[in-house]
């Protein structure tokens, strides 16, 4: 989930730490987490809950706050080409949801728009 967001809105991992971020991020753990469950993936030694995921995120966001993620370096060095990664991260994620009839709205909006190229603002959070 930092990987896209980051290279979305052209900031680096520590951005999502924003409370800006917060809805989208829930959204996209939830999403995962749902598609991981229908899939029979374990996501550690527990089942995962949205808060732990969310707690997760966060927490490597923050551990990494100074960071450019690959996909971002990937998007500022090339601009007008799809990521690299995009089909691995977000794509996968879409593509598991729809096989098993998981909705992941969110997931698709993220794919959709790196996809198709350029960077949000934040104000455009809106938009997913």
């Given at each position: 989930m930092i990987n ?5 809105f ?5 951005a ?16 995962f ?5 229908a899939r029979?993936t374990r ?21 990494t ?7 971002l ?12 990664e995009?089909?691995s ?5 879409v593509t598991e949801a ?5 909705p992941?709205?969110t997931?698709?909006?993220v ?11 934040q104000?455009e959070l809106?938009?997913l």
């Amino acid at each position: 989930m930092i990987n896209p967001l980051t290279a979305l809105f052209n900031v680096p991992n520590g951005a999502l730490l924003d409370s800006r971020f917060r809805d989208v991020v829930l959204r996209l753990t939830k999403e995962f987490i749902d598609v991981a469950n229908a899939r029979g993936t374990r996501l550690g030694s527990e089942e995962p809950s949205v808060e732990s995921g969310v707690a997760h995120v966060l927490g490597v966001a923050e551990a990494t706050a100074q960071n450019t993620s690959s996909m971002l370096a990937e998007v500022r060095r090339h601009p007008h080409n799809e990521p690299a990664e995009l089909d691995s991260i977000t794509g996968a994620v879409v593509t598991e949801a729809r096989r098993l009839s998981v909705p992941a709205p969110t997931h698709e909006r993220v794919f959709q728009l790196l996809k198709s190229g350029g960077f949000l603002s934040q104000p455009e959070l809106s938009l997913l």
